[in-house]
């Protein structure tokens, strides 16, 4: 990393860093500025979770940088707009790692989309077929996303979807950088199969899709338990609940969410059915809830026919086809003709049978779910293992929370949860709030809390490793009554003219190294902020280009 002034550090001469936008099991995401092409790109540093990893083992840090370059290599020739545009690898000596130069994409997630409330089924199968088409083009390239989840779906000021993070793909492909039966990938989102090791198949891709957009329309996840042990186990035996709200999305959703991946629609056959189900939802959120289109329904039918009676794989004893939607309803002027054979006559399920199925199943899915939790909490720690919490709820109505009294507030109900005052990182919106607090066995790890509506809990994101840069700062440092002074400061100097949301972040500054509190203010172009001290000082700004 070269310095090319005061407070500036530059990534192979050119690529100014501006601010940290985040980081994960994969590595860390900054907003930089390319100052050769004058625009303002994302700067990745793909890492394992543990960079000691690479220090003690040169060959897989060799072996790590060639997989990654060969992934950035093939994702930059996907001509797909749904993909994360990547224009520059740097590859230096300096660095154990190479560095991504990506299009930054100012929409926001679609996990920060979600926290201010559900979707409605049009809006979900419209961003699905989006995902879709990313996902399409990248296994018709050979590359498998494997982490699929709202946290990965980033979103363009209008709404179009953008899938980023392969990088989980390159790392799970490093074999000297894995264990046998180590679990990649986020509980809540990860195929059954994944679970028992079985890799290789783009269909299990699809269930992380199926499972977001679930998780987007219903408002909550159906399999989410209170540890992610449990969700692991939860995944791998237990039915998925119907979809209640999902109007003709539903249908959809449960035949995509079987655990036989053969049974599963493929991607052309899944692009149809969410194209029907955008059609029969219609554009505003009063469409029936139930209401199926027939192009949707001839071609679950057609995919419920495709599974022919006798087939292992694809058949369950009865001799129907597992795990089609229950609550499918019948056309309009006629019965359901489900579990009917060609006569027209039910056939009664086998209950007791499948109990007893169940039950074996799930004595073999907890040993399973042991082994490849211990494998992977021996090789990268906890750092996705913190307990889940429940989805995020629709913003608050009243007064905002960045205010010194609504920010004093929020820190006196999340600290008895977090365990005190110290924190990584704290975000403070007008109706909710989030923090990475340190966890009380290991400083270097630390746990996600939610706020929201007066109530703390862990977040489903869950938690992560310190990096070598990140300090703790104390929230009880904090000057607050300078807050407002600093919106208005900011308000009149970042170039924003009609902000649509401000915002501030505690945490520790690399660039004025010490304690900071950024103040940012956003617009659908993007945002820009200042960064000042504890006591209120501002130390620098950011202003919008131009």
């Known amino acids: 990393m070269n310095t090319g002034g005061p407070n500036t550090q530059l990534i192979d001469g050119r690529f100014e860093v501006l601010e940290r936008l985040g980081g994960g099991g994969m ?296 795990e089609l939607p229950e609550d499918l309803p019948p056309p309009s002027g006629g019965p359901s003709q489900r579990h009917r054979t060609p006569a027209g006559t039910v056939r009664p399920r086998p209950v007791r049978l499948q109990a007893r199925r169940n039950a074996i199943r799930s004595s073999w899915a907890m040993g399973t779910v042991l082994a490849a939790v211990v494998a992977y909490v021996m090789h990268y720690g906890f750092q996705d293992f913190a307990p889940s919490s429940t989805t995020p709820t629709p913003s608050d109505t009243g007064p905002g929370l960045v205010t010194p009294q609504g920010v004093r507030s929020v820190v006196q109900a999340m600290s008895p949860v977090m365990g005190g005052t110290q924190v990584a990182s704290f975000e403070v919106y007008q109706d909710h709030a989030a923090a990475a607090a340190p966890t009380a066995a290991n400083p270097r790890l630390f746990d996600r809390f939610d706020y929201r509506k007066g109530k703390t809990t862990h977040s489903a994101l869950g938690g992560g490793t310190m990096g070598t840069e990140d300090r703790t700062v104390d929230l009880q440092s904090v000057n607050w009554d300078a807050l407002p002074g600093l919106l208005q400061q900011a308000a009149t100097t970042l170039g924003i003219q009609h902000p649509t949301e401000e915002y501030v972040v505690v945490q520790y500054d690399t660039f004025n190294p010490g304690p900071a509190v950024l103040v940012y203010v956003t617009d659908a172009y993007g945002s820009a902020y200042l960064s000042a001290d504890f006591k209120g000082l501002v130390k620098r700004t950011n202003p919008r280009p131009g």
Do not use: C
Not at 37 to 46: F, G, M, S, T
């Open 27 to 322: 590595g860390l995401v900054w907003r930089a500025r390319d100052t050769a092409l004058h625009r303002e790109v994302a700067l990745k540093e793909v890492r394992p979770p543990d960079p000691a990893l690479l220090e003690g083992d040169p060959k897989a840090a060799r072996v790590l940088r060639e997989r990654v370059l060969r992934e950035a290599r093939s994702l930059a020739r996907l001509n797909n707009p749904h993909v994360v545009t990547i224009y520059h690898i740097v590859d230096l000596p300096e660095f154990p790692h190479p560095w991504l130069v990506m299009e930054l994409v100012t929409g926001g997630s679609l996990h920060e989309r979600l926290a201010r409330g559900p979707m409605s089924p049009a809006e979900a199968a419209r961003l699905g077929r989006g995902v879709l088409s990313a996902l399409s083009a990248a296994h018709a390239a050979g590359i498998q996303h494997r982490d699929v989840k709202p946290g990965n779906v980033l979103l363009r000021p209008d709404g179009t979807p953008v899938l980023t993070d392969f990088g989980i793909a390159a790392l799970r492909e490093s074999t000297s950088l894995t264990t046998t039966g180590s679990l990649i990938g986020s509980p809540e989102y990860i195929a059954p199969e994944r679970i028992r090791g079985e890799e290789g198949n783009p269909a299990s891709d699809l269930w992380s899709l199926g499972m977001m957009l679930y998780v987007a329309v219903e408002g909550h996840h159906p399999l989410r338990r209170a540890t992610s042990l449990a969700t692991l186990a939860a995944v791998l035996d237990e039915p998925v609940p119907p979809p209640v709200r999902s109007g003709p999305l539903g249908p959809v959703l449960s035949a995509l969410l079987v655990r036989d991946t053969a049974a599963r629609p493929d991607a052309e056959q899944l692009d149809r059915l969410l194209a029907a189900a955008e059609s029969a939802a219609g554009p505003g959120p009063g469409s029936a809830a139930g209401a199926v289109s027939e192009a949707e329904r001839a071609a679950l039918e057609t995919l419920r026919l495709s599974a022919q009676p006798g087939t292992p794989s694809r058949t369950r004893l009865d001799g129907v086809h597992p």
